[in-house]
T-cell receptor
């Protein structure tokens, strides 16, 4: 099973709403990521969790709040978003947090994403 | 200088053509290299890891040149289904930082 599952697939929210994106993997991966992708641009890293601890926050505004309840789950809580936050939000996971000599542990596996529209 | 640079294209090629994409990376300490494929409004999917010895998977060949710090992807006998954006991804190996190129758009024309 090499699947990362994200829900919902689509989300429309107003600027005063609170919503959450969910991500799940059962591959035993110890690193999980949130990326944001705008049209015709590459994914931009937002957060990295390593062994359930936040290890990287790429200066993301506080209206985005990540949470890692356990090693399989990753959430992204959204509050008071702006229209410019509309994008594809991708969750990803990788087996380990450091290079494993080419053994494949460093590969990123992506979920299918949540297409978010903020009105 | 960007960590990873790619020619964004677009590349428009006829079916059956051979097309090559290149990608350069700036950090000589980079350890892992990948090509991902992304279809419109879909997630990136791993196409190939790239090894120093070069590797081939069917019509796809990936090469790594550490001395010149570039990675290449060659697609032979292009199919319509190869139309997508191809992302070059580099990992330094010292943490969780995966660096993405801007992506190269390929359209295979009948």
């Amino acid at each position: 099973d090499t699947e990362v599952t994200q829900t919902p697939k689509h989300l429309v929210m107003g600027m005063t709403n609170k919503k959450s994106l969910k991500c799940e993997q059962h591959m035993g991966h110890r690193a999980m990521y949130w990326y944001k992708q705008k049209a015709k641009k590459p994914p931009e890293l937002m957060f990295v969790y390593s062994y359930e601890k936040l290890s990287i926050n790429e200066s993301v505004p506080s209206r985005f709040s990540p949470e890692c309840p356990n090693s399989s789950l990753l959430n992204l809580h959204l509050h008071a978003l702006q229209p410019e936050d509309s994008a594809l939000y991708l969750c990803a996971s990788s087996q380990s947090t450091q290079w494993t000599g080419g053994g494949g542990g460093e590969k990123l596996f992506f979920g299918s994403g949540t297409q978010l529209s903020v009105l | 200088r960007k960590e990873v640079e790619q020619d964004p294209g677009p590349f428009n090629v006829p079916e059956g053509a051979t097309v090559a994409f290149n990608c350069t990376y700036s950090n000589s300490a980079s350890q892992s290299f990948f090509w991902y494929r992304q279809d419109c409004r879909k997630e990136p999917k791993l196409l190939m890891s790239v090894y120093s010895s070069g590797n081939e998977d069917g019509r796809f060949t990936a090469q790594l040149n550490r001395a010149s710090q570039y990675i290449s992807l060659l697609i032979r006998d292009s199919k319509l289904s190869d139309s997508a954006t191809y992302l070059c991804v580099v990992n330094r190996g010292t943490g969780n930082q995966f660096y993405f190129g801007t992506g190269t758009s390929l359209t295979v024309i009948p």
